[in-house]
């Protein structure tokens, strides 16, 4: 049934080599005659896959022979000495995710309408893009060539959905059976090769919660520091994961998860030193509890799995607020503000309204009179942040919630609003600027998550969009 995945898993035929799409003018690749379009397949006669070969094999290389499949065809062979460490100002086509050979029960895909865009339903299990980016995978079809890659090429660390180390549950939620679900092997291997590990935990009520959990944590404890962390994130569905084999989070299922967590991290620091397993953001907000301190998260290993994010927002928002206190802050800000205005571009594509055109962004920014969208869950923590900045600076700031009518069911954020979600609440935005999270928009194309053009939404818009990150907000609130 798994078979296609336990050979090499490449989901789609591609010719050997990585192909460059963009040379640095000045650069050693344009010395070199390098252009876009041209495929590096050999380095120093060994074989290039993609450009984590080519950065690992050009890696303190001085004397370099480099074969090329030019654009018209033709193998060109360039031998060439460069500095030490002297950049080739190449840009390279993006890593083509191997994908996974699962059918978790809460998988994501399976929470997708129908007519969501194609890239949702990329099941993704590449041990490249888990070093790169921090995707996690479950590693249980990676195979041997995979395993001494990330050896070979230091790929640490690896980000790891373990989910639970009772095998029995683990090769339950993962959907394939007990040999393909058992990790132990290969994870020792990886630990003692010195490959660090960030474990999750995708916790599912009545399955991998309660004693199972405890037993997966301390598991995995057992192994710090090689393994380094463990998160522990709720499962989230939508009303489109109908699977009666899963149960959805409560808040009285988190009270009780976080009691249960806070003895073994008591324990954990205690003999580790450090905290070890994160609950994430979403189990104290939904259920009701305060948000650990920044000691807690020591320097917040798993932030990017949404553990933390609370905290750290604010962390950062308080010194924003101790920076405003100080004399002239409004007009500094507004400074700040009109300059992040002409920079606010998401992708290249995204348009910025003229001046002087009906949704004239300097005359929104003079009155700091705005509203802020964001998803449910995050909604009451900015509110409370908001109105204290508004309180100091006389700005008229807003924070607009915005349910997901598009996913439904415990979908509450931010990530995964549509573009139907915001014109849903679009005749609820006050002021003259509408600032929207900058993820909810395709990184390498302007278009939301529903498939929805970023320049629809815009014309749909009563007032200017500011896509803005994290970053981006606190540069536009600060001084
Ligand atoms: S490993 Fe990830 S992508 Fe694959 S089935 Fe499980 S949840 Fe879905």
Known sequence: MYEFAVTPAVTQLRRPGVIITEVTPGSLGEELELRPGDRIVRVNGRTVRDYLDFRFQTAGETDLTIQVKKTDGQTEEIEFDREEGEDFGLMFEQIVPRQCANECLFCFCKGNPEDARPSLFVRDEDIRLSFLYGNYTTLSSITPDEMKRIIEQRLSPQYVSVHATDLKTRAYLLGVDESRADISDKVKTLLDNDIEIHAQIVLCPEINDGAILDKTLRDLAAHHPKIVSAAIVPVALTRYNTDDRLTRVTPEFCRRTIKQVEKLQREFRKTLGVTFAFLGDEIYIKGGVEIPSRRHYGNYPQIEDGVGMVRSFLSRFEKVLDRTKTAGQRSEAVSLARQFFANARTHPEARIPNAGSRNNPARAINTMHGTILTGEMFAPI?????????????????????????FGG???????????????????IEGDFAIIPKHTIKSDEPILIDGMAYASLESKFPVPIIPMDTDDLMAFLAK
């Open 382 to 406: 900015l509110e409370e942040q908001i109105e204290r900045y508004n309180e100091l600076t006389g700005s008229r700031l807003k924070v607009l919630a915005v349910p997901s009518t598009y």
């Open 410 to 428: 415990d979908v509450s954020v931010a990530g995964l609003i549509a573009g139907q979600d915001y014109l849903a609440v679009k005749d609820k």
